[in-house]
């Protein structure tokens, strides 16, 4: 499958007190320090959206995200839709209504550079619904057949600390020119273990699911 990354087209405190009397440093109220959640007694504050853990922070919740755009979206612009939620983004990348799935890929190339242009102030005005809603950037594509062209796509930065022999591994894929840096190794070996692995992610977001909701039921401290 070919897939073609586009330049962007993205949509678009108080002051400090001095300590109190009788606080010292690092302490809250009658000497005690504050909680996870920043207040005094170790109480965390709990807005909508998940709690924290698994490296999500407080995010509005996202499940139904698929379902919303399926709602949201003006008929004719997608036969099929596919909606993809992680920490920052929603990526959604639909097959173009009417055209043959067996056009030629220059054909189709032009077919969805045309639906992104005439769709621009649409699309954007989806995405901020969807930001404000689901408190994520929303990142469009399309795609005819086996050409598929992401509009909008953050590149996100994560922090690694690799060992030698692990960037021994990188730099081979750079070096064997399947990679053109050490990113691009990376995230290549990111996607040899999700095509891999998809099986046993699958069942582990699965359990991460229901922990989230075996924790919502919990009594708040």
Partial sequence: MRTRHDTPDLTPGAPRRGPRAGFGPHRGPRGMRPGPGGGPGGRRGRGPGRPGGWQQGDLPNADDAAKWFAGRLPDGWFDHVDVTVDREEITVVGALAGV??????????????????????????????????????????????????????????VMTRLRQPERTVLDTLVDAGVARSRSDALAWCVRLVGDHAESWLGELREAMTEVDKLRAKGPEL
């Fill in 100 to 157: 043959e799935a067996g056009t030629d890929a220059a054909e189709a190339e032009g077919r969805i550079s045309r639906f992104r242009a005439e769709t621009r102030e649409q699309r954007m005005a989806v995405a901020d619904e969807a930001q404000a809603r689901y408190g994520r950037t929303v990142s469009w594509g399309a795609r005819v057949g086996d050409t598929t062209a992401l509009f909008t796509h953050l590149a996100v930065p």
